[in-house]
């Protein structure tokens, strides 16, 4: 497999260096070094089980390398504090759940929890951090309804404001357009944009849709059986070699009349008759 150079000089906020992970004897993460831009959207493809949600599990520290290490700002990630790492990192899970019959406001005042302390509870600054948040995600009005009464896309939002009022460093976000129809899709990714636009944050989220990950990202990573076959800007990463190395379709990519990012066009299913 051949693996893309990443290019330009903008500051890594997170990377990882010979970075194996895994579950038991299980490799799923296999000697990947990747970097993630500081201030950027990158966005993290491949097919099904080729490890992209333990990447992102081992990037916020839920899970310890086998070997190798993850860097935050040149800090091994291993060094710091739970509390540090809370503060900085902030991850939404696929499929969250929240208790039930909480408000919008509460489940966001969550995200204050790393900020805390037993002799310094609630206070202006955790306010002012929820509300902000809340006016970010245009969730406001909506802020003393209950999550569970929420359409798909506004709770969404609930979960990507309660995130923001963590105040990281880094957001990463493991498929947060999973169950969405398309226009809660564009919804969500729109509000992540504008935020990343507005608040330079830099986010880093799994994503199945590979025209929708190179609309919305500036950098890309593909995956393929937990090693990376390329990683760069969409309209480096995105070619045909690319999609039938990673994902086995022939297809033919083309310029996205709308963004102007690659767009791929697949021809007839690949057939899988001989991995049945």
């Not at 997170?14 to 990747?34: C, H, K, P, Q």
């Not at 995600?137 to 995130?163: C, E, H, K, N, Y």
């Not at 994503?207 to 500036?218: E, G, I």
């Amino acid at each position: 497999m051949t693996q893309t150079p990443t290019t330009g000089t903008c500051h890594v906020a997170l990377g990882t260096n010979a970075l194996r992970l895994g579950y038991g004897t299980s490799v799923v993460i296999d000697e990947v070094s990747i970097e993630l831009p500081a201030g950027q959207i990158t966005a993290i493809v491949g097919p099904n089980g080729c490890g992209k949600s333990t990447l992102l599990r081992g990037l916020a520290r839920l899970m310890d390398p086998l070997s190798g290490h993850v860097h935050l700002d040149g800090a091994d990630l291993a060094r710091l504090s739970a509390r540090t790492i809370a503060t900085r990192l902030g991850l939404l899970p696929q499929q969250p759940t929240a208790p039930d019959g909480i408000t919008v406001a509460d489940l966001v005042g969550r995200g204050r929890h790393p900020h805390q302390r037993w002799f310094r509870q609630w206070s202006p600054d955790d306010e002012r951090a929820v509300t902000a948040a809340l006016a970010a995600t245009s969730m406001i009005d909506l802020a003393q309804t209950p999550v569970d009464q929420l359409s798909g896309g506004q709770r969404q939002r609930a979960w990507i404001a309660l995130a923001l009022a963590q105040d990281p460093d880094v957001m990463l976000l493991d498929e947060p357009t999973t169950f969405l129809d398309l226009a809660h899709q564009l919804e969500v990714l729109n509000l992540l944009a504008a935020l990343n636009r507005s608040l330079s944050r830099t986010i880093v989220m799994v994503l199945h849709d590979l025209n929708m990950a190179s609309r919305y990202a500036d950098h890309l990573i593909a995956l393929r059986d937990g090693h990376v076959v390329a990683q760069g800007p969409p309209a480096e990463v995105v070619t045909t070699r690319l999609m039938r190395e990673v994902f086995d379709v022939d297809a033919t990519i083309i310029t996205d009349p709308v963004a102007g990012t690659p767009l791929v066009v697949p021809h007839a299913p690949p057939d899988r008759s001989n991995h049945a």
